[in-house]
């Protein structure tokens, strides 16, 4: 398989994202988008690292991952904390710090 | 072969995300990015980096999802209000959704990287493993990995003081009755906080 189906792959993967992010409204839903186009970025990492045969772009995809993964742990955490406020889990609800 | 392959993944990769952003229940929303995430490491097996796919699997299909689906059951999964703030906003976001994709898809493909029709070059039998993942992240890139170590540590640090039950927030009066009492009820009372006894209740 050529190199351009993995990119076209991650590119429809980052716009299936970026589409969830904008018709969702639990953030619950929302971090689970932001998982997606961060994924899409990793097979875009991915794929250039084979196409110019160095792993250099895999280290890249790695800590990516470690992004992600502290992302999801604050993100979770402030989701708990709105949660145990009694605040509604809606992102067109909250909207205090709009003005 | 090959192509057999990364069709049934990049199917799979897909379905999982269109199931994400489609499922209404959260719950199934965090199982089809497990489809998501085992079809991506597939994909990563494919372009023979394997350090990646199993850190995939491991890191993400594992442990992040796990958190996931902790919080959804502690949140529970509740429906969605059919309000939009924005009139049409669930037509108008998938035509952006296109015009992103097209516009990605251009930008890449008309690029004058002439390797993007190849397969890439041949590579050693070593390509991507563990070990070549290692020295480099040892060697070459020691400090953005420490960085990430610290970032971790800074994300756990801050999860927990984020999700800390505070005493105020549920039980206000109990954590003003406490205070005048002495030094020792007041350390014990403050292991309850996490599971409150009938005591400490008004």
């Not at chain 2, 998938?94 to 002439?114: D, K, M, N, Q, T």
Request: charged content about 15%.
């Amino acid at each position: 398989m050529s190199i351009e189906w993995y990119i076209v792959l991650s590119a429809l993967l980052f716009s299936t994202g970026a589409v969830g992010i904008l018709i969702r409204r639990s953030p619950l839903v929302i971090l689970l988008c932001l998982e997606l186009m961060l994924n899409a970025g990793n097979l875009a990492l991915v794929a250039f690292s084979r196409m110019v045969g160095n792993e250099e772009g895999q280290v890249f995809a790695v800590i990516v991952m470690v992004v992600a993964a502290c992302e999801v742990v604050v993100g979770l955490g402030l989701i708990v904390a709105i949660f145990r406020r009694r605040l509604p889990l809606n992102v067109d609800d909250l909207r205090e710090l709009r003005g | 072969m090959e192509e057999v392959l990364f069709f049934g993944s990049a199917i799979g990769a897909l379905g999982g995300a269109v199931g994400v952003i489609a499922l209404r229940n959260p719950f199934y929303s965090v199982l089809a990015l497990i489809v998501h995430l085992f079809s991506l490491a597939a994909l990563f097996l494919l372009l023979t980096s394997a350090f990646v796919a199993a850190a995939q699997v491991v890191v993400y299909a594992g442990a992040v999802m796990v958190l996931y689906v902790f919080v959804v059951a502690y949140v529970g999964g509740g429906g969605e209000s059919a309000w939009e703030p924005i009139p049409g906003q669930r037509f108008l976001a998938p035509l952006l959704g296109i015009a992103l994709f097209v516009e990605l898809s251009v930008a890449v493909l008309s690029s004058s990287l002439l390797a993007l029709g190849t397969e890439g070059p041949d590579v050693k039998p070593g390509f991507g493993d563990p070990a070549a993942i290692g020295t480099l992240m040892l060697e070459k890139f020691l400090l953005p990995f420490e960085a990430s170590s610290l970032l971790l540590l800074l994300a756990a640090v801050g999860a927990i003081v984020l999700a800390h039950r505070r005493r105020e927030d549920n039980a206000p009066d109990a954590a003003r009755s406490g205070e005048g009492d002495t030094p020792s009820k007041h350390s014990t009372s403050r292991l309850e906080g996490v599971s409150p006894s009938p005591r400490a209740t008004p």
